[in-house]
């Protein structure tokens, strides 16, 4: 029989006593999630009060061809928007006995903290990895029981030249044993060497352009194969392939804390079961808003 305690309860059953911050801490480390690293958030474009985000996304400009002596005719500039919407939710309670609660001191709540925030992170990673499905850009197939090589390497940013994506802030996010099939590649090690790694984004090396990180939250598919992602990301969201907004939650009480754009972590009383509980919370959507300037290597699952 499943315990009755580890199941989630509506949050109006709870009355909040404390608000930690170190599941905020922990969300914010991008190093095991490299998908959120150069998927910009695009909270700042949120409305106050809604959950709803709108951006313009500006098409080609197209110029009109001048032929002498007649005039040029003026045209409405037109763009369209790109639209997300916070609508994910994801929630889980735990329950301690009071027993547990007597031999518990700060440092083990905190890390229960800790690993709620790895949580949310790694969720809202993997909700980044799914929308390979999305992408504008023909897979490319390495193959079943093929890895990476430099060919595929250089057949993805050809593929992005055409479709006249930035040279700067291009990535390409592989799992870990694509990583290992890259570091056999000559070229790669020597971009290594050059020193190019930041740790807050999760940047593993360089070549032909980029910005190689390591993600293995990547989604896998029946038919064998692992999906790779690369694409664009300068940190603005009008030039990047992926981005992902998180809800801010309210004050729960007078005095509580509002912990803004982050997974929120409660440690209340459940009247309803008698028990002490600590709650992880977080509401967030995730969007390809330039799919034609993302696209996937696919290589053995």
């Known amino acids: 029989m499943a315990d009755e305690y580890m199941t989630t309860t509506a949050i109006g059953e709870f009355i909040p006593t404390i608000v930690a911050r170190e599941a905020q801490?922990?969300?914010?480390?991008?190093?095991?999630?490299?998908?959120l690293g150069v998927a910009p958030s695009i909270n700042n474009f949120l409305a106050e009060g809604g959950n709803v985000f709108e951006l313009p996304v500006i098409p080609d400009v197209d110029l009109e061809t001048y032929t002498e002596g007649t005039d040029l005719e003026y045209a409405q500039f037109s763009s369209s928007k790109q639209s997300i919407t916070i609508a994910t939710k994801k929630a889980v309670v735990m329950a301690f006995p009071a027993t547990a609660l007597a031999v518990a001191n700060q440092e083990i709540m905190n890390g229960y903290g800790e690993q709620s925030g790895h949580a949310a992170a790694k969720e809202l990673d993997a909700a980044l990895a799914a929308l390979y499905s999305s992408a504008g850009l023909t897979a490319i197939t390495a193959g079943t029981g093929a890895d990476i090589d430099e060919a595929?390497?250089?057949d993805a940013k050809s593929k992005l030249d055409l479709a006249n994506?930035?040279?700067?802030?291009?990535?390409?996010?592989?799992?870990?044993?694509?990583?290992?099939?890259?570091?056999?590649?000559?070229?790669?090690?020597?971009?290594?060497?050059?020193?190019?790694?930041?740790?807050?984004?999760?940047?593993?090396?360089?070549?032909?352009?980029?910005d190689v990180i390591m993600d293995n939250n990547l989604v896998a598919t029946t038919d064998g194969f692992r999906h790779n992602m690369y694409g664009v990301s300068d940190g603005n969201p009008l030039n990047s392939s992926l981005v992902h907004g998180t809800a801010t939650f309210p004050a729960i009480q007078g005095g509580a804390l509002a912990v803004g754009q982050n997974p929120r972590l409660v440690f209340s009383y459940d009247l309803k079961q008698g028990a002490n509980t600590m709650r992880a919370e977080i509401m967030y959507g995730v969007a390809v808003f330039r799919p034609e300037w993302l696209g996937t290597i696919k290589t053995a699952d």
Do not use: C
């Open 165 to 210: 994506a930035p040279e700067t802030g291009r990535w390409l996010a592989v799992r870990s044993d694509q990583y290992n099939a890259l570091l056999s590649l000559d070229r790669f090690t020597a971009a290594e060497k050059l020193g190019v790694e930041y740790i807050s984004r999760g940047v593993l090396g360089r070549i032909h352009g980029f």
């Open 152 to 154: 595929d390497i250089l």
């Open 25 to 35: 801490l922990a969300f914010g480390n991008r190093t095991k999630n490299g998908l």
